[in-house]
């Protein structure tokens, strides 16, 4: 974010500097002008005694008309409003910071000049919204315009007036070449990306866009702004980190150059980057030969840690254990068995598996399994399994006396009832007395832990899970989940909050609210105490008007090691804006998509309206538009085995239209 505003900064400093030459600017959402005369306004006049602006344009050579008159804000309110008004025209959230907008008013106040106001017109919504900038959005595009600005007193006498360069939007040739990549590195953590590009002007910033896979659809990621200029002071280097990606994935990235006006240049070329090595794919476990029922040859067994990034499954026989092996088919990617029709009767052979990937590329070779079987009955499970701290680990042993044991497997579950997971790799049998200690750096359950234990007798035949052996909680608790994605919005008589669902979470019990006005110091717990798990809400009615307001939530655990603070929002009011529906859930059913959300303020709002995007679509879509005094709606137009997204916007009684509400996302499954 700071560097973001590094870059912008310094961009609209070279921009303001040539204003008498070049105060006009072609963007992507209208044509931007630089007000070159000091801050004034009814309330607050400059030192010449203007109050305001008048702002007039025409086609070169042609007539003036006026585009309208401007002052900078004369009060708080005003200056938010003018902020919210002009929220649109952000090129993203990295270029904004609606918390500056009281920092911006007190500075305002105190030294009334744009060099010292600078620092927060990087956000385009507040350069705005000072009169700093001004917009045209109603030219037409691809037509040259030219503007006057000039200084009005009072009286709407003009004191000093400057005209600007002529100027056409958007500026389709503000970069001259398309990003080139020169370094493609990936991992099973994160993707590296280097573009390069050469262009008489820096961009500000870069679009990034991926796509999972080779079936996938592109989609936009975020902005990126690592960028630096070689020695080559016409080349600039954009380095990119990709830290979201999944391990044994394929990825698809390019990226789109942007001005700080919006404007856009040619895509870059696509690359791949793999978050895998061939070697590191992991080799089927559990692997087993046996007599193919009902037929004559051998069927082959296993299980798949994962199918992604492998393209097929490569089998290998030979008759001799260290003798040569050969290829006698290959198994689909996701099948976890094979049938060996060639293999004669009485007769032993060994077997391999190999995985290839999607280049073709041979992953390890599997332990060698023998197609032999004399046993086909299950042994007996282990006996007399404990469970016991060895210093900050667990050390798990038990007994067997059977005979012809190949080894074992150790399970956990967490408390007494949930499923057993393993734990443990194949643990090869070598004693009457067996133990295994588990490392696990994870074992933060509040419930404590059960083991038990199998064991494979030499046919690979394994027995039932052991009788379990408990260990009380001994760890340290685990730090609290943190409450996320807190919001707040108009409630019916005050502020509606809401945050992430957090019931499922092993060991919460519920939340504390915490609130103060803004400027008061230490928050304070709301009256009403602790809410329940399942309460991720909460409204709050005592309020006084005009005053901004902060919350913040924490998560309470049945140990009592609660969770530090949410992030704090702030929420002021008797701000008579339109305020942003909050709260949208949505659910799958029969019938469609159920959307609900909370009530909005009937005298604020008139209606809401409800979108909806297909994933990897080009546009959203207006489903259909509610009354102020509902809160729900039913999408019956889904198709199957398609994903989407909605959102809600709020109209005004007076007509104007919210920012868009938080989405939530469905699988039309």
């Known amino acids: 974010m700071k560097r973001v505003a590094i870059i912008l900064l310094a961009v609209f400093a070279t921009l303001f500097s040539n204003a008498q030459n070049k105060a006009a600017f072609g963007g992507i959402n209208g044509i931007y002008v630089f007000n070159p005369f000091d801050p004034a306004s009814p309330k607050k006049p400059n030192a010449k005694g203007a109050v305001k602006y008048k702002l007039e344009r025409r086609e070169t050579g042609g007539t003036w008309q006026s585009v309208g008159t401007y002052n900078c804000p004369v009060s708080e309110s005003e200056l938010t409003n003018n902020y919210h008004k002009n929220y649109r025209f952000v090129l993203g959230k990295e270029f904004t910071n609606p918390n500056n907008i009281l920092r911006l008013w007190q500075e305002y106040n105190k030294t009334p000049r744009w060099d010292s106001l600078a620092f927060f017109f990087y956000d385009r919504a507040a350069a705005l919204a000072m009169c700093y900038q001004f917009i045209d959005t109603i030219a037409r595009t691809g037509v040259s315009y030219e503007y006057q600005i000039s200084e009005l007193d009072k009286s709407d006498k003009v004191l000093t007036s400057l005209t600007t360069n002529a100027v056409s939007y958007p500026n389709n040739n503000v970069f001259t070449s398309a990003p080139k990549s020169s370094s493609v590195e990936g991992s099973q953590t994160q993707a590296y990306i280097v573009w390069n590009q050469e262009n008489t002007s820096r961009p500000v910033f870069y679009r990034i866009y991926r796509k999972n896979g080779i079936q996938g659809e592109f989609e936009f990621l975020q902005n990126a702004s690592n960028i630096s200029r070689g020695t080559n002071s016409d080349k600039f280097t954009l380095e990119y980190r990709d830290r979201s990606v999944g391990a044994n994935q394929m990825y698809f990235y390019y990226a789109v150059p942007c001005d700080g006006f919006g404007n856009t240049g040619k895509a870059s070329d696509t690359v791949l980057v793999k978050t895998y090595e061939t070697k590191d794919i992991l080799t089927p476990q559990y692997f087993i030969a046996e007599k193919l029922p009902g037929k004559r040859g051998v069927l082959l067994k296993w299980r798949l840690n994962t199918s992604q990034s492998v393209a097929g499954i490569e089998v290998f026989r030979s008759e001799n254990y260290d003798g040569t092996f050969s290829k006698i088919g290959v198994a689909a990617e996701s099948d976890t068995s094979y049938s060996d029709l060639t293999a004669a009767p009485a007769k032993i052979y060994y077997y391999y598996l190999q995985m290839i990937d999607r280049f073709q590329h041979t992953s390890v070779r599997t332990p060698r399994t023998s197609a032999l079987f004399e046993d086909t009955r299950a042994p007996r499970a282990p006996r007399y399994v404990t469970a016991g701290m060895q210093g900050d680990k667990v050390k798990i042993q038990w007994t067997t006396a059977d005979k012809e044991i190949a080894g074992y497997y150790v399970y956990r579950s967490l408390g007494h009832d949930s499923a057993y997971k393993l734990i443990s790799d194949f643990i090869p049998a070598k004693d009457s007395v067996t133990s295994y200690v588990d490392e696990s750096n994870d074992l933060k359950s509040e419930y404590g832990y059960s083991y038990a234990v199998t064991q494979e007798n030499t ?190 916007v709020a109209i005004g009684t007076d007509g104007t239209e919210s920012d868009k509400s938080d989405a939530v996302f469905v699988n039309a499954e």
């Open 459 to 648: 046919s690979h035949v394994a027995s039932k899970h052991s009788y379990p052996a408990y260990l009380p909680s001994q760890m340290k608790a685990s730090e609290a989940p943190l409450a996320m994605h807190l919001q707040v919005g108009a409630g019916k008589q005050g502020a509606m909050l809401f945050w992430d669902n957090m019931q499922n979470m092993n060991g919460v019990i519920g939340y504390m609210v915490y609130k103060r006005k803004k400027g008061d110091g230490e928050m304070k717990p709301v009256s009403e105490g602790m809410l329940s798990a399942s309460r991720n809400f909460y409204a709050d009615t005592l309020l006084e008007l005009g005053n901004v307001y902060e919350y913040a939530v924490q998560t309470m655990m049945v140990s009592g090691n609660n969770s530090a603070m949410s992030d704090v929002v702030s929420y002021t009011y008797g701000d008579l804006s339109v305020v942003i529906p909050v709260g949208l859930t949505a659910a799958y059913g029969e019938t469609g998509v159920e959307l609900n959300w909370t009530e909005v303020d009937k005298k604020r709002v008139k209606e809401v309206q409800v979108y909806r995007a297909e994933r990897g679509g080009t546009g959203a879509l207006k489903l259909g538009t509610v009354a102020n005094d509902k809160s729900q709606y039913m999408d019956m137009t889904t198709t199957a085995g398609k994903a989407y997204y909605y959102y809600l």
